[in-house]
Structures are given as structure tokens and as C-alpha cells.
């Protein structure tokens, strides 16, 4: 008889089930006899219980990344991923303000690129001057 399901999709049976709750029962005295026991518990549950930020994180990528988008940096992904947080954050794209300074964000990250392409084309002649 299968009770209980185990993270890696296993089953756990009533005997393997119970020898658990021995197990736990047998901590929980032990923790319960010690004074540090309000602590143990804080961090205990301090402890995250699933993979769910992992996942959605996983999932967001995946959405942003696409046949045509294949090819972005990690970098670019986290830029993404920021945008798409603080449109959200704001209703839609139309209540997105323009200022000044996210203009001069948009106009750096411009010349970033810029600058980067340029790198590129100099390490490719570099290393055809060197072969």
C-alpha cells in the first residue's frame, strides 16, 4: 500500500512511512528536551518548502527567450526580466512615465552596445592578424 509521495516521484510505503514518523518523533524529543528549541523552529521554517520561485523564474525565461531570442546573455535576460517587472508593477506599458532619467538609461545602454559590438570586431581582427 502506497501512502505518501517522495520529492523525486517515488511512493513511500506504510512501513517506510511509519519507521519516518518514528524517526521524527524521536528528533522532536530531543529538540523539544534542548533550550534552544524556539530557535530550531525559526529556522526551520525559515527553510523554503518548494521549488515555486525556481520554477516561475524558470518559466519567465523560458517565455523570453524565444526562436528569435536565443542567442541573449544572461545579462540581457536580467534586463528583460526588470522591464517586464516594473511594467507590471505599473498596470501596462502606457503608464510607464518617461523621465529624464530613463531616457538616459536608454541612451547608455545604446552606447554600451555600441561599444561591445566595436570590442568584438577588434578581437576578431586581433585574432586574425594573430593566425
Given at each position: 500500500?502506497?501512502?505518501q ?40 521554517f ?40 516594473a511594467?507590471?508593477r ?6 510607464m512615465?518617461?523621465r ?28 586574425r592578424?594573430?593566425?
Amino acid at each position: 500500500m502506497h501512502l505518501q509521495h517522495l520529492s523525486n516521484g517515488e511512493r513511500m510505503t506504510k512501513s517506510q512511512l511509519i519507521c519516518f514518523g518514528k524517526m521524527c518523533f524521536h528528533l522532536l524529543t530531543n529538540i523539544l528536551d534542548n533550550q534552544n528549541f524556539p530557535q530550531v523552529v525559526k529556522k526551520f521554517f525559515s527553510l523554503s518548502h518548494g521549488n515555486s520561485d525556481v520554477e516561475r523564474g524558470f518559466s519567465l525565461n523560458c517565455n523570453i527567450i524565444s526562436d528569435n531570442r536565443q542567442i541573449l546573455s544572461e545579462s540581457c535576460i536580467i534586463g528583460i526580466r526588470h522591464v517586464k517587472y516594473a511594467v507590471r508593477r505599473k498596470g501596462n506599458i502606457c503608464a510607464m512615465p518617461i523621465r529624464e532619467k530613463l531616457l538616459n538609461s536608454v541612451a547608455k545602454s545604446h552606447s554600451a552596445y555600441i561599444v561591445e559590438k566595436v570590442r568584438k570586431i577588434r578581437r576578431k581582427i586581433y585574432k586574425r592578424k594573430e593566425h
